[in-house]
């Protein structure tokens, strides 16, 4: 599975960005998709994730009521809106992907595929 994520830049503080990772090189139906970050200094951190049907979803207590994770199994692509932005959600963000939906949940350590990180800058 190969994946792309876009959508990254610089926004004030308050402000909003979607995410979206285009996944290919595998039924997309088949994998359940996860974001993280990592910011400058910090460990990687688990964001959100949803699973293969895109019914269940799952947040970190820090981006709850914030952003939503959503997926269109027809574009193969997964997206990450992030509303109510703040200078502490800066960093890079990836999308993972696994079959097991587990794996994309937590520390990301069991997720069987990354793509390269786009950036998110959030003035203040």
């Known amino acids: 599975v190969q994946l792309q994520a876009y959508g990254g830049g610089l926004v004030q503080a308050g402000g909003s960005l979607r995410l979206s990772c285009l996944a290919s090189?595998?039924?997309?139906?088949?994998?359940?998709m996860g974001w993280f970050r990592q910011a400058p200094g910090k460990e990687r951190e688990f964001v959100s994730a949803i699973t293969l049907s895109g019914v269940g979803t799952a947040y970190a207590d820090s981006v709850k009521g914030r952003f939503t994770i959503s997926r269109d199994n027809a574009k193969n692509t997964v997206y990450l809106q992030m509303n109510s932005l703040k200078p502490e959600d800066t960093a890079v963000y990836y999308c993972?992907?696994?079959?097991?939906?587990?794996?994309?949940?937590?520390?990301?350590?069991?997720?069987?595929?990354w793509g390269p990180g786009t950036l998110v800058t959030v003035s203040s």
């Open positions: 090189g595998r039924t997309f139906s088949s994998i359940a």
């Open positions: 993972a992907a696994d079959p097991q939906f587990g794996a994309v949940v937590g520390k990301g350590n069991r997720a069987s595929y």
